[in-house]
């Protein structure tokens, strides 16, 4: 079965300093790859996304993340986080028909 | 570019009444999501529109739960009657045909007492 698992739930760093959040996949193809943040009581924003090509991809506010085939990862990124990056982040997986399947989240908190 | 409208925003109810959202897609966007989020879970499709048909609503509480895109623009999701764990925020996604990325509406958060 399609599965997407966020292993931490909840994940403080300090201000400035470098973040990984984890998310590991069950996929029966090649999948498409998702990282979506969302702030309180807002909807969900797309940071990045993994379809084909460089397994490294750059999304928005300076964030990256890696596909990982062997692994069966897409871990995201950012070398130095800023107060507002504190929100919820989740990952997805999904091909055809548009069908998403998303992770549990892992909520950000930052300390100044 | 204006981004998918959900309204009420906020909606409180007691178990057994109705509910209805409305959700107004990205202009030309056909394919239309409505997802369900309970707390502490990430987002779980409930159905999905391509036009004004259904695409997926194989996790639709049909019990309960029904949805409709008339003119295959704006949608509505009705919950009847309501139950203590329909609380959760409903959010609308709309994409392109063919297209993977889904952009998302704010939701709306529902709590059922």
Redesign the interface.
Known sequence: AQS?TQPDIHITVSEGASLELRCNYSYGATP?L?W?VQSP??????LL?Y?SGDTLVQGIKGFEAEFKRSQSSFNLRKPSVHWSDAAEY?C?V??G????I????TRLAVHP | EAG?A?SPRYKIIEKRQSVAFWCNPISGHA?L?WYQQIL??????LI?FQNNGV??DSQLPKDRFSAERLKGVDSTLKIQPAKLEDSAVY?C?S?LVG?????????T?LLVL
């Open positions: 997407v498409y998702f979506y009581g807002q909807g969900l924003q797309l996304k379809f989740f997805a999904g091909r028909y548009n069908k998403l998303f992770g549990a989240g | 998918v959900q394919t999501y502490g879970q990430g987002p779980k499709l999905q695409v997926d959010l996604a994409s297209e993977e990325t889904q952009y998302f509406g704010p939701g958060r």
